[in-house]
């Protein structure tokens, strides 16, 4: 069996499962669940197929397993494997029909996502067929840029964090936080700088099979073009809820990139007290 159909059919029972787990516990995060766990399994099918002895397969697995480890923490802290859903699937449900939401669960969470996660995956595709061209410096300073882009979000992603975790303290106690979004720190030159590193890992990855065709010319970047649409779609629906929570958002809109880090706009305004965040 090839490793591209063993991570076909890989795929296929972790949609079954999400689909039947969100049907039976009417909890529609079970993709969420799996997202930082099934690309890294399939890279090591690629990597193992190859017998570990490639070692542009084993550094590409090597370091999407750290990325996975790195959101799975994240998402584990914030009680995603308790049963903690994500919030903008009760707000699509609000907006639809029971049929209509079933529909959306079957083809966009379900299907769509779980094809996005083979897709964004199968740069290690491209290696796996140019397995006689060595690991090159090229590679090593991809590598590199990997781990920049691993470390940043991993550090936008404490920020947020500690952040979320003063503002919740303070409210438990019945105070009114000074500040309800955070702004400072990385999320002072980008509102989601998470996003950004996040994507950037995956056309670093893209990068390693482009560089092992000899070419930028390949089809699997579509998986890191189709995650960055998602990313787009995502901080557009993400933004509209934020915004309606805290009109004070659009000025933050305003002064600060949305996903790409770049100085703010306007200087001296950062909303009520930012000193505080």
Known sequence: ???????????????????????LTKDYSWVDRSWSIVPVVYLWVFAGDAHLRNARLDVMAFLVTLWGVRLTFNFARKGGYRGVEDYRWEVLRSRMSGAQFQLFNFFFIVLYQHALLVLITLPAFSAYGQQRKGFSVLDGLLAVVFLVCLGLETVADEQQWRFQSRKHDAMSRGETPNVRFLQT????????????????????????????QDSLIQWTALGAVLLTLLFVGSTRFTEQITLSRYPEYALYQRRTSAVIPWPARERGNTIEANAHA
């Open 185 to 212: 720190g990385l999320f002072r030159y980008a509102r989601h700088p998470n996003y950004f590193f996040e994507i950037a890992q995956w056309w670093v990855l893209f990068f390693f099979g482009a560089v092992a």
């Open 1 to 23: 069996m090839s490793p591209l159909t063993l991570v076909i059919i890989i795929a296929g029972v972790a949609a079954a499962f999400a689909w039947i787990a969100s049907l």
